[in-house]
């Protein structure tokens, strides 16, 4: 008996229009034997968390390299609360200043990577902390 692969969706929001980072992590996902879904670059909040419903994810992992972190993670986990989702797991990483990281902490992210951090460090948290049996 063996579990379904985690589902990950893997999103740029707003205006950033770097999604290199975005991309080597989601391959790293997938590599490590996840589903991963890469909604490509500008999406709006709103487009991420209707994939992630429709997709039946288990997490949303965001990249933001704009300096936008704090708005485009905080309507993102919002929309997820008014839907009715928020069992999906927020992560999230790219150019993002460490005395963010409490805030965004508070509003819901359950993780930030900073500049610097591996593929192996976030497959690993991801596999630690997404989809973890409660039964």
Do not use: C, N
């Not at 740029?12 to 670059?41: C, F, N, Q, S």
């Not at 990577?113 to 596999?127: C, H, K, L, S």
Request: without cysteine; charged residues 20%.
């Amino acid at each position: 008996m063996s579990a379904a692969p985690l589902r990950v969706v893997v999103a740029k929001p707003g205006l950033d229009g770097h999604d290199r980072g975005a991309k080597v992590v989601a391959r790293a996902l997938r590599d490590a034997g996840m589903e991963v879904i890469y909604t490509g670059l500008h999406q709006t909040p709103e487009q991420i968390v209707e994939a992630a419903i429709q997709e039946d994810a288990d997490a949303v992992g965001l990249s933001v390299l704009s300096g936008a972190h704090m708005t485009q993670f905080a309507k993102v986990t919002a929309l997820l609360k008014e839907r009715d989702a928020a069992d999906i797991v927020v992560f999230g990483g790219g150019i993002i200043p460490e005395e963010d990281v409490p805030e965004l902490t508070q509003m819901g992210v359950a993780k930030v990577f900073t500049p610097g951090a591996t593929t192996i460090e976030i497959v690993g948290w991801v596999r630690e902390h997404v989809g973890v049996d409660v039964a």
